[in-house]
Nanobody, 120 residues
Framework: VQLVESGGGSVESGGSLRLSCVVA????????VAWFRQATGRPREGVAI??????KRYDDSVKGRFTISKDSATRLYLEMNNLQSEDTAMYYC????????????????WGQGTQVTVSS
């Protein structure tokens, strides 16, 4: 499985961005696709996750502001609204070839990331 992210950039506080991820080689019936992020000097953290059954989970820090979606087994999105400076990070698309869909597993496939920078 290969993943390629796009859509990052620089915005002012309160602005919006939409991240996209193309997932190549997904032949699995039960899978999870997720967005993680890593800010400078901080560990990587899960942001949002969606399963092949369309069940979604969000980190508390983004609930009500971010929306994860997929329109097929090969395209994943993250709509980010009301961005704040603490959202500044490298954002990674990730794929897990089985359930359950939890951030804590360590068997994800990873994209190379797209940078999101929010200025106040």
């Amino acid at each position: 499985v290969q993943l390629v992210e796009s859509g990052g950039g620089s915005v002012e506080s309160g602005g919006s961005l939409r991240l996209s991820c193309v997932v190549a080689g997904n032949t699995y019936n039960q899978y999870c696709v997720a967005w993680f992020r890593q800010a400078t000097g901080r560990p990587r953290e899960g942001v949002a996750i969606i399963g092949s059954d369309d069940v979604k989970r969000y980190d508390d820090s983004v609930k009500g502001r971010f929306t994860i979606s997929k329109d097929s087994a090969t395209r994943l999105y993250l709509e980010m609204n009301n961005l704040q400076s603490e959202d500044t990070a490298m954002y990674y698309c990730a794929f897990r070839a089985q359930w359950p869909c939890l951030f804590s597993y360590n068997d994800y496939f990873w994209g190379q990331g797209t940078q999101v920078t929010v200025s106040s």
